[in-house]
């Protein structure tokens, strides 16, 4: 304990405060701050935060080896740092690529906290979820083959440029338009993000698990596969036997009931209100303006 406590000390004596801060310092905190910021977004945004985890401990483990100055895993490391780093390039190559152009296509100025006259995106509704569930057994009882992918946390916005856009408010008359047979949308997936329907006919990475039942057909196994890939709840539609099933965490729940079906979209409602709790200030403020306007214009009339 003495010795880490030394080394904690020594390092710590290294960053101690600048005797003058000037603006360039000012600029180069705000700019830092801004890129890690959109780093952090990045991470929870794909699959590359739970390859993270595993780099912080391989990083910490590095520390605790230099602390008690254990030359040869040290010595490994150093020898294959620069292979290291040009297997992380390999394995994050899609996200990073995907990152660079979002870079390329953002406003820097959207990031500060002026106030925005966007609209707050929309919470994961009670009548959406009864929508859901209503339009997913209709469709089992006709035999009517679906597949709906409900996002989550990590994006699917990659899916969905496979797709035909649709933004509509996500109804059990809509969802069943869709999925019709012979019709133009019904072949493929639907993405529903919040309360509304984002794209119809995207493309779903196929599951590779061989431990899936083999008279399984594509729509299911598309449907484990996206959820091995995201964090995303798929609703699958059986066309052959019109069994309801879900999708999620690369486990296949096969010829669920309603109320199973229920308590997995209010399950996932609940995260998704979670992380929509906190509203920044200004559009709180925004809000009490247009409260207040519409009291006074009540009051003149």
């Known amino acids: 304990m003495h010795g880490i406590w030394t080394w904690i000390v020594s390092r710590a004596a290294d960053f101690g405060p600048p005797k003058t801060i000037e603006v ?10 801004y890129f890690v910021y959109h780093l952090i ?27 008690f100055e254990m030359q040869t895993i040290l010595w490994l490391f150093e020898n294959l740092g620069g292979v290291a780093i040009t297997a992380v ?19 820097p100025l959207s990031a500060l906290p002026f106030p925005s006259n966007q609209e707050e995106a929309e919470r994961f509704s009670d009548e959406t979820i009864g929508e859901l569930v209503r339009a997913s057994f209709e469709m089992g009882e006709v035999k009517t083959g679906a597949l709906i992918v409900i996002e989550k946390t990590i994006t699917l ?15 059990s008359q809509l969802l069943i338009n869709i999925f019709e047979h012979n019709t133009p949308l019904h072949d493929g997936a639907v993405i529903v ?3 509304r329907v984002t794209a119809a006919t995207c493309y779903l990475p196929l599951s590779d698990n061989m431990a899936l039942n083999k008279n399984l057909g594509t729509r299911h196994r598309a449907g484990v596969g996206i959820s091995e890939m995201t964090d995303s709840l798929t609703i699958i539609v059986s066309e052959e036997t019109g069994n309801v099933s879900y ?55």
């Open 157 to 171: 916005e990659d899916y969905e440029k496979t797709g035909i856009p649709i933004d509509g408010i996500l109804t």
């Open 89 to 107: 390039v390999i394995i994050f190559q899609p996200e990073l690529r995907r990152v660079v152009e979002q870079l390329g296509e953002k406003n």
């Open 247 to 301: 999708a999620q965490g690369g486990e296949l729940h096969t010829a669920v009931t309603p109320g199973v079906l229920r308590e997995q979209l209010h399950q996932l409602q609940k995260l998704s209100i979670k992380s929509d709790e906190k509203k920044s200030w200004y559009h709180v403020r925004r809000l009490r303006k247009e409260g207040e306007k519409k009291n006074e214009t009540k009051t003149s009339e």
């Open 24 to 33: 360039i310092d000012v600029i180069q905190i705000l700019l830092i701050a």
């Open 193 to 195: 993000r919040g309360n």
């Open 41 to 67: 977004r990045w991470l929870q945004n794909t699959k590359a935060y739970t390859l993270l985890k595993g780099i912080l401990l391989i990083v910490a483990f590095v520390i605790v080896a230099n602390i």
